[in-house]
């Protein structure tokens, strides 16, 4: 399968670690692109979540592969979310081709795109943390719970269905909370002078121009690799939201790359002990 180039691709809310993250696509879209920059925003290892017990290798796979960018020179910007905020004590620093921060400024054939997770327009998360904590593992239990129920409709041959989406349709509440959140984000760009703003963190994948009295930006959202299996793609000067489909990869050729075993298990090690410490340090 030829790699497509794209000059930058964004990818939000992987939350690797939880049961919901759905990596093995995540990774098939990884190998399928040859990127000039990559940049993840935002709760792409799930630290509240994490458990010891329950690290799988496809989810180390796709840190590898991650890891093969930063080795081939592709700049790879970590932006921190409220899953991974214990990161933030760290950013504004590089390794390489590595760079871990809160928030990007990218020049993109003369345009300014801003880029942060979004998580910072929720009132849930500035003033009652714990509340996101709780949501964030009833989430989790019902993507869970959605995947048996989509298995046992697809033995039947039936289409699959989300819970969550659902539940969000029957909700004006939560429909508002979207909106608004767009609004803010479209807002701030505006004032700010920036062509582009850029989040993550709600889950809703979207490309919307936004025209207020003040000018307009154009609002981008990557969605997230739990449930939409998206990410957003630059190319040729145009934004476009890329959406996993099984069907893309039907020829794919498995390989793996070439990363020794006892290296991969030193860092599947290393970075399990480094979550568990991070995690540890948070409560």
């Known amino acids: 399968m030829a790699k497509r180039d794209i000059d930058v691709v964004v990818i939000s809310d992987v939350h690797l670690g939880t049961y919901g993250c759905h990596a093995k696509e995540l990774l098939k879209y990884l190998k399928s692109i ?18 010891k017990n329950y690290w799988p290798e496809s989810h180390m796979k796709v840190i590898r592969k991650i890891m093969k960018f930063i080795a081939d020179g592709i700049p790879v910007y970590y932006l921190t979310g409220n899953h991974d905020e214990m990161l933030r004590k760290f950013t504004d620093i590089s390794f390489g081709s590595f760079y871990l921060a809160n928030k990007l400024i990218l020049d993109l054939d003369g345009n300014k795109a801003w880029i942060f997770h979004g998580d910072v327009f929720d009132v849930t998360m500035q003033h009652s943390k714990w509340l996101a904590k709780l949501g964030a593992i009833g989430y989790d239990t019902l993507i869970l719970l959605n995947s048996f129920v989509n298995w046992v409709l697809t033995k ?6 989300s819970f969550s989406k659902k539940i969000k349709a029957k909700f004006k509440d939560a429909v508002k909370f979207i909106n608004d959140f767009e609004i803010t984000a ?19 994948s979207e490309i919307r121009e ?19 299996l998206t990410s957003l793609e630059f190319n040729n000067a145009q934004w476009s939201i890329y959406k996993y489909s099984p069907e893309h990869f039907v020829n794919e050729a498995q390989d793996e790359e070439s990363i020794p075993d006892n290296e991969n298990l030193n860092n599947k090690l290393n970075i399990k002990q480094l979550l568990e410490q991070l995690k540890t340090e948070s409560l």
């Not at 040859?34 to 458990?51: E, R, Y």
């Not at 039947?156 to 269905?161: D, I, N, T, V, W």
């Not at 505006?190 to 993550?200: L, R, W």
């Not at 936004?210 to 969605?223: D, P, V």
């Open 34 to 51: 040859n990127p000039k920059t990559v940049i993840l925003n935002g709760d792409i290892i799930d630290i509240w979540q994490f458990s």
């Open 210 to 228: 936004i025209t207020t009295e003040k000018g307009k930006t154009l609002y981008l959202n990557s969605g997230d690799w739990v449930e939409n």
């Open 186 to 204: 479209a807002n701030l760009a505006i004032d700010k002078g920036y062509q582009f703003v850029i989040c993550g963190h709600i889950h809703q």
């Open 156 to 161: 039947c041959g039936r289409e699959k269905m």
